[in-house]
């Protein structure tokens, strides 16, 4: 029998100014929101991976790329929405400026 969870997988961190894991899928996901916010003083902008297990973060698997998020706005990644996580996939992030802008990602968790 399977159980799915509703769950924050991601609490509200910033995304790094380098390519970093945000998590790693431990069973199959699925995403439902991943909400960025910009809480510093001047815009920035991010991107996100989403990585297949064995996979390497970057440019190739990019969901999202380059996205501009001004001061105070808080953006709803539309783009990975439904999009399912087996186990060992991950959602990788970068940003132009470490500590401006925070990930929140909630999921159903399914074991």
Known sequence: MTT???????????I????STQVTATSKTILDAVAVTNSSAAA????ISL?????????VNRA?????????ETY???DVIGQVLETGD?????????????IRVTARVIT
Not at 4 to 14: N, R
Not at 16 to 19: I, S, V
Not at 44 to 47: E, I, L, V
Request: charged share 15%.
């Open 4 to 14: 799915t969870t509703p769950t924050a997988i991601v609490e509200y961190k910033f």
């Open 16 to 19: 790094e100014n380098t390519e």
């Open 44 to 47: 920035a902008t991010f991107s």
């Open 51 to 59: 990585v297949v297990n064995g996979d390497a973060a970057g440019n």
């Open 64 to 72: 999202i790329v380059d996205r501009l998020v001004r001061v105070g």
């Open 76 to 78: 709803l990644c539309a």
């Open 90 to 102: 991950f959602i990788s992030a970068i940003s132009d400026t470490a500590s401006a802008l925070n």
